[in-house]
């Protein structure tokens, strides 16, 4: 079964800090998504970006940016010059494409980004 | 348009009470996750629904638990004999097809506390 490990429980930055946020993941599968979700204090989770197997090509929108290595079975995220609004806790997510009823969320990292 | 609803917000039972949560998903969108998450945790998948295929239930955590979803479309869980442990945040998502290429977009969840 795929398996995703956000090894970073909680990180705290002060503003206009860079953070990046890591993402590991495991699957036999040669064709999979990788998600990202964004859930501020208010509770409700936010998509950010998907990602397939296929695209290696990083994405930057604004102060977001992700960069995936398969070579490394990593998906990291990072956000620039990070803004309070930014806290929040972030999960990445992995679904195969044979078995993708069942999408596998990481524990999450809180981040806490400080005035 | 508008999102994925869930009601109540909030729910406070006494154990052993049967309580039901209800999902309004997202229009067209075919396909009806339930996750749970308990303080502090990542998100636990429950059940998902595709059309009228039957449900995926492999996981709910007892048979306590029963969803159903009616013409496709509203989704109840239904959690009987509440149990402390069943205490958590639900949330229910909504994609547009049953594929895991396809984002899932969140209710804003509800709060059940088991007292």
């Known amino acids: 079964a795929q398996k995703v490990t956000q090894a970073q429980t909680e990180i705290s930055v002060v503003e206009k800090e860079d953070v990046t946020l890591d993402c590991v993941y495991e699957?036999?599968?040669?064709?999979?998504?990788l998600f990202w979700y964004k859930q501020p204090p208010s509770g409700e989770l936010v998509f950010l970006i998907r990602r397939n197997s296929f695209d290696e090509q990083n994405e930057i929108s604004g102060r977001y940016s992700w960069n995936f290595q398969k070579s490394t079975s990593s998906f990291n995220f990072t956000i620039t010059a990070s803004q309070v609004v930014d806290s929040a806790v972030y999960f990445c997510a992995l679904s195969e494409a044979d078995n993708n009823n069942d999408m596998r969320f990481g524990a999450g990292t809180r981040l806490t980004v400080k005035p | 348009g508008a999102g994925v609803s869930q009601s109540p917000s909030n729910k406070v039972t006494e154990k052993g009470k049967d309580v039901e949560l209800r999902c309004d998903p997202i229009?067209?969108?075919?396909?009806l996750y339930w996750y749970r998450q308990s303080l502090g945790q990542g998100l636990e998948f429950l059940i998902y629904f595709q059309g009228n295929s039957a449900p995926d239930k492999s996981g709910l955590p007892s048979d306590r638990f029963s969803a159903e979803r009616t013409g496709g479309s509203v989704s109840t869980l239904t959690i009987q004999r509440t149990q402390q442990e069943d205490s958590a945040v639900y949330l229910c998502?909504?994609?547009?097809?049953?594929?895991?290429?396809?984002?899932?977009?969140f209710g804003p969840g509800t709060r059940l506390t088991v007292t």
């Open positions: 229009s067209g969108h075919t396909a």
């Open positions: 699957t036999r599968d040669t064709t999979y998504y």
């Open positions: 998502a909504s994609s547009l097809v049953l594929a895991g290429s396809y984002e899932q977009y």
